[in-house]
């Protein structure tokens, strides 16, 4: 689903995951260079300070520009696992420090605008299964894969890591059609994947959402949620 609320140049991103882009490029043997060569528009904004939001056109630029240098347009599989929880800021920090897996999401419904305004969570339970959705709150095209793959990678291996498990029972839900390259990702991933679904969906047990996390600390729970709390502020949203 699309809910298209303000101008398509008013979505942007959090700039912390530009070098990340820039670093997985690199993997390919493709110099920082050659690849910013293509993306002159990035210019025009501060892509190194973790402060500076870019506008969707440009980091829609970006991945393009990413995939078709290395040639893999399943990129944003790979991408996923280097969005850390140290990578989303505050929003990491304060899902780190919660008690259980359902502070920590609960957590990212709130203040996923911190990282992004292209995208809305919610989480709710049905019967049995938890259910993260995931909506595009503007039309993100052709590069809505790379875009939803990496997001649900990345919940997949934070969450690992804040449960200490290595396996993770659940499903994927796409909107869209299955790509050409899945078949080749097939076998790396866990879980059953689904496409052509109604929703953009991760879906899990629901007892698991009350599971204690590895590294609570209600202190720095509170300090982080406080800095979110003034980020969003801070950032224009949709209404």
Known sequence: MTILKMNPDEYSVSADYAPLLVSLVER?????????????SLDSVDWRNPAT?????????????????????WLGWEFGPLLN???????????????????ALELAVKFLRTRGTLTELSLFVEGD??????????????VA??????FFSSLHFMGSHLM?????????????????YFEKMRAMIPVTVLFDCAYHQMRFPAHR??????????????MAEAQCEQEMAAIKSPP
């Open 145 to 150: 894969p790379f875009m939803v793959e990496s």
């Open 129 to 142: 299964t938890a259910v993260i959705q995931l909506d595009e709150m503007v039309a993100l095209n052709d």
């Open 209 to 222: 959402l009350d599971q204690k996390l590895r590294f609570a600390d209600p202190r720095l729970a509170r």
């Open 164 to 180: 200490g498990e290595t396996y993770l029972d659940g499903e994927l839900r796409f909107a869209f059609p299955e790509p050409a």
């Open 53 to 73: 939001r870019i506008p969707l056109h440009m980091y829609e630029h970006a991945i393009l520009r990413a995939m078709e240098l290395t040639k893999a347009p």
């Open 85 to 103: 929880l140290s990578s989303h800021g505050f929003l990491g920090y304060a899902a780190m420090s919660s008690e259980t897996l359902r502070d």
């Open 28 to 40: 390919y043997g493709i110099s920082q260079q050659e690849f910013m060569s293509g993306l002159s």
